[in-house]
T-cell receptor, first 108, second 115 residues
Framework: GQNIDQPTEMTATEGAIVQINCTYQ??????LFWYQQHAGEAPTFLSY????GLEEKGRFSSFLSRSKGYSYLLLKELQMKDSASYLC?????????FGTGTRLLVSP | NAGVTQTPKFRVLKTGQSMTLLCAQD?????MYWYRQDPGMGLRLIHY???????AKGEVPDGYNVSRLKKQNFLLGLESAAPSQTSVYFC??????????????FGDGTRLSIL
């Protein structure tokens, strides 16, 4: 079966750091993607992990542990524009399997 | 710099009507996908295509048909629309290499309401 779990909603303050967790159980694994989706818009690519460890891209970092079926997205120096949904997606053979997304609310 | 273009952006249908959603990409991608997104459900794969002339079922294919007659276009059809098909539909495309880090690129979505 395919199962991807993320928290439904998180809140944080501008300038803070937030970590969004994702756990997965899938029949195949070819990498894990994080997407950002603002309300009413299309998902946009943030990061990709296929090997264990941390990938850093500016204010955003993503971590993967394949043995634990676990990933997290770390957002530093939060800005108001980071208020959005963050989607964890596992690449399983030719397809992406998405979690339900985590809605992040950033307050002043 | 169009990327992935979906038409129409909005549509209201009556139960039983049919319609086709069009997705066009100009990135020469092999793979194309149709998803639906519903509150609390995340993105669910309807159908996908790994190349011109080929299609395959995803997680929720019932009530939908697709065609990929040209590499750049992927059509999603609803033969007899039902209220349960009210949703936001997203098309996406990507390169074909399974182990590639190339992400899927999404269109802006089609908001479809079935009355």
């Amino acid at each position: 079966g395919q199962n991807i779990d993320q928290p439904t909603e998180m809140t944080a303050t501008e300038g803070a750091i937030v970590q969004i967790n994702c756990t997965y159980q899938t029949s195949g694994f070819n990498g894990l993607f994080w997407y950002q989706q603002h309300a009413g818009e299309a998902p946009t690519f943030l990061s990709y992990n296929v090997l264990d460890g941390l990938e850093e891209k500016g204010r955003f970092s993503s971590f993967l542990s394949r043995s634990k079926g676990y990933s997290y997205l770390l957002l530093k120096e939060l800005q108001m524009k980071d208020s959005a949904s963050y989607l964890c997606a596992v690449k399983s053979f030719q397809k992406l399997v998405f979690g339900t997304g985590t809605r992040l609310l950033v307050s002043p | 710099n169009a990327g992935v273009t979906q038409t129409p952006k909005f549509r209201v249908l009556k139960t039983g009507q049919s319609m086709t959603l069009l997705c066009a990409q100009d990135m020469n991608h092999e793979y194309m996908y149709w998803y639906r997104q519903d509150p609390g459900m995340g993105l669910r794969l309807i159908h996908y295509s790994v190349g011109e002339g080929t299609t395959a079922k995803g997680e929720v294919p019932d009530g939908y048909n697709v065609s990929r007659l040209k590499k750049q276009n992927f059509l999603l059809g609803l033969e007899s629309a039902a209220p349960s098909q009210t949703s936001v539909y997203f098309c996406a495309s990507s390169y074909s290499v399974v182990d590639s880090n190339q992400p899927q690129h999404f269109g802006d979505g089609t908001r479809l309401s079935i009355l």
